[in-house]
């Protein structure tokens, strides 16, 4: 009585396998759907590696470059790259009154200290005779001075001038000329701008000296293994840039020095032509040097309106501009 049999049987049989099969089934999408889970866990897993991969390497790209940034910033050039513009911060701190052009006056001062003291210490030294020495500013009118003053007060054809001083160029005089507006004696004019004049142009003069350094040191030229800045040393933050300060107003001193103390830099404390001249002329190169054509042209000019010199100035300046293409 409890034994299975005809169609119901069968259907009941039926049933159940078509039950199993239902289960087994769902079971094998539960499977998939776990196995199409684990695959996209997998995945993400490995995006996360990789990504974990990529950031030391970036992170070391941003190391290097804010260690790059912070060369440029403490460096000066190329200061300070012999660019037609800087190339990083370190050529603008050139064009500015800072360590190099202090270094320079600093030199410059000091030698027309010197100059004052033995033009002093000379008049007694070489005195004739009983007779005292003049005024301090009298010793100062001698030679050329006269004729430069001369020219100043009266020009080149007063009555009385000599013809032959159409020699000497107009720019001196000129210059002269003016500074008698703000100074009471002809011989303190003359003083004072070959003073002046001579501190620019030893400014001019400690800036190209700088310049032309850094431009060798990174061409390689005379690039020292004790040099933090060049060879790459460890030292501490900042101390590359304070010796390349360091050479670069090393360098300006020495040319000054040189420059002042010079056999024929006599001339340079007198009221003579040649501070005037050296001020227009070391601009006009520093400007050149600079592929600032305009600026460093009209320098030129200046510098041919004070003595003849300034023609074979132009003449290297236009050079200068051939060989820059």
Known sequence: GDGCAGDGCVGAQGGTAQ???????????????????????????????????????????????????????????SQGDAPAQPEDDAWQHLRRLGDVDRASLAVWGATRLGMV?????????????????GPWLARWDRWDEGIFLGIAQHGYFAAGSDPRHVAFFPGFPVAVRLAHLFVWNWVAAGLAVSLVAGAVATVALGRLAAEEMERGRRRGVGA??????????????????????TRAAQA???????????????????GYSESLFAAFAFSAWLAARRDRWALAVVLAAGASAVRVNGLFLAAAIALEFVLAG
């Open 252 to 270: 300006a001193a020495n040319a000054t020095f040189f420059f002042a103390l010079a056999p024929a830099a006599v001339f340079l404390a007198a």
């Open 19 to 77: 039950e199993r099969f239902g289960s087994d089934a769902g079971r094998l999408e539960n499977d998939a759907g776990r196995a199409e889970s684990d695959a996209e866990r997998l995945e993400n897993d490995a995006k996360r590696a990789e990504s974990d991969a990529e950031r030391p390497e970036n992170d070391a790209g941003r190391a290097e470059s804010d260690a790059g940034r912070l060369e440029n910033d403490a460096v000066p050039p």
């Open 224 to 245: 020292s293994l004790a040099d933090p800045a060049s060879s790459g040393s460890p030292g501490s933050p900042g101390s590359p840039g304070r010796f390349a300060r």
């Open 117 to 133: 003291v033995l033009a002093w210490i000379s008049a007694w030294v070489f005195i004739t005779g009983p007779t005292k020495p």
